[in-house]
C-alpha cells in the first residue's frame, strides 16, 4: 500500500484546509484509515480515524472542527479542518491500517499562523 498525502498549506487562524490522502497498492486490505500529526518538540498524536465501515473517532483537540471522511471509490481519506488554531501547526501524516501492517504516507505540513 502507498499512500500520497497533500492539502498542506498556510493558513490564517479561523481558516479552513482540506487535507487528502490517496492510497494505491493492495488497497483492498485497507481497514482503518486516519490521520496522525506532529509539531514541532511534540510526539505523534492522532487526529482521526476512520473504520472501513464508516465509524469515525477524533482527538478531543479535533472534535467539532476537524471532520475525516472517506471516498472508497477514489481510494482516498480526507481531512477537513475548520477553524483553524495556531496549535494546529504539525505535519499531518495519513496512515492506513491492513492486517498485515501499517502504512504511512510523507507527511504534508498545516502552518496556522497570521
Known amino acids: 500500500v502507498q499512500l500520497q498525502a497533500s492539502g498542506g498549506g498556510l493558513v490564517q487562524p479561523g481558516g479552513s484546509l482540506r487535507l487528502s490522502c490517496a492510497a494505491s497498492?493492495?488497497?483492498?486490505?485497507?481497514?482503518?484509515l486516519g490521520w496522525y500529526r506532529q509539531a514541532p518538540g511534540k510526539q505523534r498524536e492522532l487526529v482521526a480515524v476512520i473504520t472501513s465501515g464508516g465509524s469515525t473517532s477524533y482527538a478531543d483537540s479535533a472534535k467539532g472542527r476537524f471532520t475525516i471522511s472517506r471516498d472508497n471509490a477514489k481510494n482516498t481519506v480526507y481531512l477537513q479542518m475548520n477553524s483553524l488554531k495556531p496549535e494546529d501547526t504539525a505535519v499531518y501524516y495519513c496512515?492506513?491500517?491492513?492486517?498485515?501492517?501499517?502504512?504511512w504516507g510523507q507527511g504534508t505540513l498545516v502552518t496556522v499562523s497570521s
Open positions: 496512515y492506513a491500517d491492513t492486517i498485515a501492517s501499517t502504512y
Open positions: 497498492g493492495r488497497i483492498f486490505s485497507i481497514n482503518t
